[in-house]
């Protein structure tokens, strides 16, 4: 069984920063694609940021320049440094991982547990 653990929400000023990480956790062979979502209230749930395996990048166009993904293959980790947080950027955030499970394995995709993040104005 395939976890990942989200941590790093919480309630910040508007200009603040907040950093999000995502641990994979459980038996699998490798972890290919990771990316954050986010949803706001009443709203569908939307792509932040993704990362390919070999570090490859891609920001929606409203976090560009002001968040950065990352990640640790070694530890099976995701980040989202988030700087100059908006209210706008309110919402439940959402990792993914595109999981590797065994050598024949296509791929399936797992979620977090979401995490709150909070920007007053």
């Known amino acids: 069984q395939v976890q990942l653990v989200e941590s790093g929400g919480g309630l910040v000023q508007a200009g603040g920063s907040l950093r999000l990480s995502c641990a994979a956790s459980?038996?699998?062979?490798?972890?290919?694609?990771m990316a954050w979502y986010r949803q706001a209230p009443g709203m569908q749930r939307e792509l932040v940021a993704q990362?390919?395996?070999?570090?490859?990048?891609n920001y929606a166009d409203p976090v560009n320049g002001r968040f950065t993904i990352s990640r640790d293959n070694a530890e099976n980790t995701v980040y989202l440094q988030m700087n100059s947080l908006q209210p706008e950027d309110t919402g439940v955030y959402y990792c993914?991982?595109?999981?590797?499970?065994?050598?024949?394995?296509?791929?399936?995709?797992?979620w977090g547990q979401g995490a709150q993040v909070t920007v007053s104005s």
């Open positions: 993914l991982a595109d999981v590797i499970r065994d050598v024949r394995d296509s791929g399936t995709m797992y």
């Open positions: 990362i390919f395996r070999g570090g490859s990048v």
């Open positions: 459980g038996s699998f062979h490798a972890i290919d694609t």
